[in-house]
């Protein structure tokens, strides 16, 4: 079974540009979650979808947005991008968000390296 | 914030095997603890999860104590490839399905 996929890899952008990053799921995982990782701050959770829908979010400003759509892939947008956005940004995905705190293992995609010059 | 703390680094000898402390003290009843790694930057791999119960899979095992304050992973044979960021992580569970909130990770150095 084919693991989680990020395009592009890597990315190298300008500040105030505007970036958009696509994540596809494992087969079968209809939730997906977006983190982002940095030197100083180290792996943060930014957000995660369901069935569309914006489940979860973390402490980030509104420029980070996300969506995801009917086959599950999920995109996230970060606009006016600013130097301190360079970071790894990793997807994660797993079958469904756990309703009844049953364990529900995710899985990390190979993450796109953004660099905002 | 993490509900973990880890030691931020660790060495073990090549064939040797490599046990990773965890202390998470606040853990609730129905908080699992998942253990992850990464190398070199890439998207953390999963290694091994576990409630209350000792866990065991092909990667490691997962000793958590029964006050399940603390835990250790357990590489029993650690090769340099095992040379990776180790993160200890409680689930947070809320009412949206829970989420992943890393620490710091300890950074084990598998040598020869």
């Known amino acids: 079974k084919a693991g989680v996929t990020q395009t592009p890899r890597y990315l190298i952008k300008t500040r105030g540009q505007q970036v958009t990053l696509s994540c596809s799921p494992i087969s079968g995982h209809r939730s997906v979650s977006w983190y982002q990782q940095t030197p100083g701050q180290g792996l943060q959770f930014l957000f995660e979808?369901?069935?569309?829908?914006?489940?979860n979010k973390g402490n980030f400003p509104g420029r980070f947005s996300g969506r995801q759509f009917s086959n599950s892939r999920s995109e996230m947008n970060v606009s006016t991008l600013e130097l301190g956005d360079s970071a790894l940004y990793l997807c994660?995905?797993?079958?469904?968000?756990?309703?009844?705190?049953?364990?529900?293992?995710?899985?990390f995609g190979p993450g796109t390296r953004l660099t905002v010059l | 914030d993490a509900k973990t703390t880890q030691p931020p680094s660790m060495d073990c000898a090549e064939g040797r095997a490599a046990n990773l402390p965890c202390n998470h003290s606040?853990?609730?009843?129905?908080?699992?603890v998942y253990w992850y790694r990464q190398i070199h930057s890439q998207g953390p791999q999963y290694i091994i999860h576990g409630l209350k119960n000792n866990e065991t899979n092909e990667m490691a095992s997962l000793i958590i104590t029964e006050d399940r304050k603390s835990s250790t992973l357990i590489l029993p044979h650690a090769t340099l490839r095992d040379t990776a960021v180790y993160y200890c992580i409680v689930r947070v569970e809320d009412n949206q399905g829970g989420k992943l909130i890393f620490g710091q990770g300890t950074e084990l150095s598998v040598k020869p």
């Open positions: 979808y369901f069935s569309e829908t914006q489940r």
């Open positions: 994660a995905s797993r079958r469904a968000p756990s309703l009844s705190h049953r364990a529900d293992t995710q899985y």
């Open positions: 606040t853990i609730s009843g129905n908080e699992y």
